[in-house]
């Protein structure tokens, strides 16, 4: 992930160039119209199928690119359930520790700056958008298997007596810090888990903590799996969390 697009570019120029070089000096040519020059004949005709296709691909690029494309994202999606796998054991050994802390800021702060470090400035901004999003993925995984081997976990949250009154719609209070992507980040993580935020509500922005606070409105059943694993994320990865409210 570390080789920049124009690390790539260079390293096939070079890779043409040094071609044109060798054949040069064997004598082979390297155009056509250097073979045309030599007497050596041509191993496609004028309006043969491969010419046709040549031309065809240099007036339309975009079905060879679209096929490039769809090559890495297959390579992709291979390293990134393999990724998820690591996840997987990384969370196995939380419950085994006893621990449900999956965010850690220190680690995700290293892993951006250390996978940043040599990417092209004209794409950093872009790519570290997508690294944040593979590793917020990560982190909603191993809530929902801290989840699912221990939904007592539940039980720990401010408010969570709640989810035994009816109710579609969850109204819950969280302290995070006042940093940029701070609340883009739970509003992409309501989103991610399939619910929709209704309402938001300033409710203290504390210059001396530096902490911002807000209501949100979430419309969803706290009744259900999903909606107990989004509630439990949202109270670790917040300062402070409660459940306000759940109503029709």
Do not use: C
């Amino acid at each position: 992930m570390s080789e920049t697009p124009s690390t790539k570019f260079k390293t096939a120029a070079t890779t043409a160039e040094t071609a044109a070089t060798e054949a040069a000096a064997t004598g082979v040519p390297s155009t056509a119209a250097e073979a045309a020059a030599a007497g050596v004949p041509s191993t496609a005709a004028a309006g043969s199928p491969s010419t046709a296709t040549e031309t065809a691909a240099a007036a339309d690029p975009m079905p060879a690119i679209r096929a490039n494309i769809d090559a890495t994202d297959l390579l992709i999606r291979d390293l990134l359930i393999r990724r998820m796998g690591y996840a997987h054991q990384v969370a196995e050994a939380k419950l085994a520790a006893g621990s449900t802390t999956v965010y850690r800021e220190d680690r995700e702060v290293s892993i951006l700056e250390n996978l940043g470090a040599d990417v092209d400035e004209d794409i950093r901004i872009e790519y570290l958008a997508v690294v944040r999003k593979i590793l917020e993925a990560s982190r909603m995984y191993q809530y929902g298997l801290l989840y699912d081997w221990n939904d007592s976990v539940f039980e720990d949250i401010k408010g969570h007596e709640l989810a035994e009154t009816p109710g579609n719609h969850l109204v819950v209070r969280l302290t995070r810090k006042d940093v940029p992507n701070s609340m883009s980040a739970i509003l992409a993580m309501i989103g991610d888990y399939g619910y929709n935020m209704e309402w938001m509500e300033l409710v203290e922005v504390n210059a001396e903590t530096k902490t911002v606070t807000f209501d949100l409105t979430i419309a969803g059943d706290l009744s259900d799996t999903n909606m107990k694993k989004l509630v439990f994320q949202l109270s670790k990865e917040t300062l402070a969390f409660e459940i306000l409210e759940n109503r029709a």
